[in-house]
């Protein structure tokens, strides 16, 4: 027995030498190797007064739109931001200046960067204290895309006025030539629909009975007209007309002032 013990303990130091090895017994009477498995040899540890690395900063959030941006999005952003009254123009669908600006004010009033652009955390936020924008929300100051044009419109020269899409199309032979958005009379008092003619234009018209300016105006059907509107200007779809067909972006309607003629034919419909 002490010369088997024997030969384990040697077997035992050889395996500390070569980490793990394969050794015979030393009597040479045909036992079986004896295989001595060490366990391998950890790294040493780190110091235990070693400070921890330090946790990777958190990602910034994506950012959404910026200055420069346009589409139905940031009409959806700019209605929003009218909702809480951080933006007063528009909806126009252009990341703009103004944009940028209230998106800094919205942001710093809720403790949040203020990059004034409009990144997932304000976004978040912003759908959190907002109702969803309707068609006319987006488009209350114009810029709504026109409907197809009425077939009656494609011969000619004609006013296509387009209710349901708030359009006027000025139209040559089939071809429109400017879009502009307008707007039209109240319940009670609306804008007739049919085929009509311009029968009569006047520069610096004033409505007697309403005692308003109608300045370029264009009559089509009794005391109807397309004409510019101050009011449509500031308000938008806010307001209505009194029948008349209003448009609110003066440059466009005195060009088209300019073209149309007398005879000319004007087509109202949905």
Not at 112 to 122: A, F, K, M, N
Not at 168 to 176: E, F, I
Request: net charge positive.
């Amino acid at each position: 027995m002490s010369t088997a013990v024997g030969a384990l303990a040697a077997a035992a130091a050889l395996a500390v030498g070569c980490g793990g090895c394969t050794v015979r017994a030393a009597d040479g009477e045909g036992r079986s190797p004896v295989r001595v498995e060490l366990p391998s040899r950890t790294p040493s540890q780190p110091p235990q007064d070693a400070k921890p690395s330090a946790p990777a900063p958190p990602a910034a959030p994506e950012v959404l739109w910026s200055r420069g941006d346009s589409g139905r999005d940031v009409r959806e952003l700019q209605a929003r931001l009218r909702e809480v009254a951080w933006l007063f123009d528009g909806p126009t669908g252009t990341y703009d200046d103004l944009t940028e600006r209230a998106v800094k004010g919205f942001q710093r009033k809720r403790g949040l960067p203020q990059t004034g652009r409009t990144d997932t955390v304000t976004w978040k936020r912003l759908l959190g204290m907002t109702r969803e924008p309707g068609k006319w929300d987006l488009y209350l100051m114009g810029g709504q895309p026109a409907a197809a044009p009425d077939p009656r419109c494609l011969t000619g020269r004609v006013l296509c006025i387009d209710k349901t899409s708030r359009t006027l199309r000025w139209m040559v032979d089939g071809r429109t030539l400017s879009t502009v958005a307008v707007r039209f009379g109240a319940q009670y008092t609306p804008t007739r629909e049919g085929v009509f003619q311009v029968y009569w234009k006047s520069r610096h018209h004033h409505s007697t009975l309403y005692d308003s300016p109608m300045p370029y105006a264009m009559f089509f059907s009794g005391g109807q007209a397309v004409h510019f509107s101050s009011d449509f200007a500031a308000r938008g779809y806010a307001g209505a007309s009194h029948g008349c067909v209003n448009v609110r972006d003066e440059g466009a309607i005195a060009g088209l002032f300019a073209q149309v003629r007398n005879g000319d034919k004007v087509v109202v419909s949905w």
